[in-house]
């Protein structure tokens, strides 16, 4: 790749190979020196695929040619009946397809996740198949909740600091890298282990996917990588960019979250990496949050749940999109090609019926911790300081969140007053002198 000069301001188009003869077809895996290159004039090692346009490291092409993002390119242009595809790509065989790869294994009686894989295909017939989570489809059973459903929008305005290559993203990563607080999984196991071994079995398994044992970590902080609210939804919650803490999760190629519930706050989340995942998504109605309460101990909520829970949806998430997921939201996911998933979590007043409801679910049986109580009384602090608001437009409204707020306070003072809780003490002060209307005591003095 040396025929740009640097006075040329046009990159030059490039082929790795300068002549191509008749052969045989080539495998997939082995494509990609045959398609073409675009070159920077600065002269670095990142180049641009001249059929999607991706900015990649050229050590690294090869895994984006095998990459969901870099198919479906191809399988574009072959629909819109180009004739410019690189040669040698056989364009009688269809590429493959990371959703009906992992569903065929259902089929396969050898494969450990024959199981996983026959679950998620027969809850995806039910569903309907995959959705595109538009923002103004009919969702009844979410919007009785007074929430947004969930939704698949574009990343473009979702990063606030990105980091330029999947090479990087690990390098912030590991520089600040927290064995304390970083948690590794294993697939099929809800034993938490912060084993520095483990660990480096993610970052293998990154490169050299394990479908038999595959590990995955949760919850690292990098300095240097920020998502933000997407922009549809920043007029409904006002948050502060700052205030919402990016981490991300390390997941390699068959890594599976069981069904849960992000302690009912709000999220949003975005693969880097190549990373493509599969989203299983129910509404916290009654119904759900019944069913998940009878099978809460299973060993694996999503094949107990099989079949009982209602208004299911599935999509599939690429990294030209974020996923937002309201309060409440129950969701299992399967990395269906392996990546980053960085992401944040916020609470809002509107999270306060999921919140309580996930909150007694887990702290059923005594056996909460100071942790758990957090998201609870973040939502009771948001909704009584909504509850200040002096807006003619919000006023009712507010002082309705805060009505609510008190009563679940109210009933569940007692448990939440067992341990200490500086937020605890800052919803006292808030509410000083006012009365409890249940017990008709001041806040103060009320057990």
Same mark, same amino acid.
């Given at each position: ?8 301001s046009?990159?030059?188009v490039v ?11 080539i ?5 990609f020196?045959?398609?073409r290159?675009?070159q920077?004039?600065?002269?670095s090692?990142?180049t ?9 490291d050229a050590?690294h092409?090869k895994?984006?040619?095998e990459?969901n993002?870099?198919?479906e390119?191809?399988?574009s242009?072959r629909?819109?009946g180009r004739d410019d595809?690189p040669p040698?790509t056989?364009t ?5 397809? %990371?959703?009906?790869c992992f569903?065929?294994? *259902?089929?396969d009686? /050898? ?6 894989? +026959? $679950?998620y295909k027969?809850e995806?017939?039910r569903?309907g198949g995959?959705?595109?989570l538009?923002?103004n ?7 009785g909740l007074?929430?947004?459903p969930?939704l ?6 979702c990063?606030?600091i990105?980091?330029?290559?999947r090479e990087?993203f690990?390098?912030e990563l590991l520089h600040?890298f927290?064995l304390?607080r ?8 809800n034993?938490r282990?912060c ?13 050299k996917?394990?479908?038999t ?5 949760i919850n690292?902080?990098a300095?240097?990588?920020?998502i933000?609210l997407p922009?549809q939804?920043? %007029?409904k919650y006002?948050i502060s960019?700052? *205030?919402?803490t990016? /981490?991300t ?5 068959? +890594? $599976? ?8 706050r709000?999220g949003?989340?975005g693969v880097e990496?190549?990373?493509v995942?599969?989203w299983a998504l129910y ?6 949050l019944?069913e998940?309460e ?7 909520l999503f094949l107990?749940?099989?079949?009982q ?11 030209r999109?974020v996923?937002y997921l309201?309060s409440g939201c ?7 090609e392996?990546?980053l998933?960085p ?6 007043p509107?999270?306060?019926?999921a919140t309580?409801a996930?909150w007694d ?6 056996q909460?911790t ?7 009384l973040?939502?009771i602090?948001a909704?009584?300081?909504a509850?200040?608001d002096t807006g003619?437009d919000?006023k009712?409204r ?6 609510e707020a008190e ?5 569940q003072?007692a ?6 809780h ?7 002060r808030l509410?000083d002198?006012?009365i409890c209307?249940?017990y008709?005591v001041a806040?103060k003095?009320h057990?």
């Open positions: 790749m040396n025929g740009t000069s640097q006075g040329d046009t990159p030059e082929g790795v190979e300068q002549t191509h003869q008749q052969s045989p077809v495998p997939q895996r082995r494509r020196n045959q398609y290159l675009k920077r004039k600065d002269g090692n990142r641009r695929c001249a059929d999607c346009g991706t900015d990649v050590y092409f895994r984006h040619c990459s993002r870099h198919q390119a191809i399988a242009r629909e819109q595809i040698g056989d009688n065989v269809p590429l493959p397809n %990371a959703l009906d569903l065929s294994k *259902s089929g009686a /050898t494969s450990p996740l024959a199981g996983l894989a +026959a $679950a027969e995806l017939d569903a995959t959705s595109r538009e923002i489809r009919d969702a009844p059973l979410w919007r007074g929430l947004y969930p698949l929008l574009p990343v473009d305005g990063w606030r990105r980091p330029a290559s990087q690990l390098a600040d927290d304390d970083t948690v590794v999984y294993k697939r099929g196991s034993d282990t084993a520095s071994s483990n660990f480096c079995h993610v970052l293998t398994q990154l490169e996917p394990d479908e044992n595959t590990y995955y970590a690292m902080k300095r240097s990588v920020e933000q922009e939804l920043q %007029a006002n960019t700052l *205030s919402a990016t /981490t999760n390390v997941t390699p190629k068959f +890594a $599976a979250a069981d069904l849960h519930v992000d302690h009912g709000h949003v989340t990496g190549g990373c995942k599969l509404p916290p109605t009654d119904q759900n019944t998940l009878k099978q809460y101990d299973c060993a694996c107990g749940l099989q079949g829970l209602e208004g299911g949806e599935f999509c599939v998430q690429t990294e999109e996923i309201p129950l969701h299992a996911t399967i990395t269906l392996g990546g998933t992401g944040f979590e916020f609470t809002s509107d999270c306060l019926r309580a996930m679910i887990t702290t059923r049986g005594g909460s100071k942790e758990d109580s957090v998201p609870l973040e939502c602090m909704c009584l300081e509850g200040t003619r919000r009712e507010a002082a309705s969140m805060k009505i009563s679940v306070l109210c009933t003072y448990k939440l007053a067992r341990k200490k500086n937020i605890l003490n800052r919803i006292k509410l002198r006012t209307h249940h008709s806040w003095d057990k």
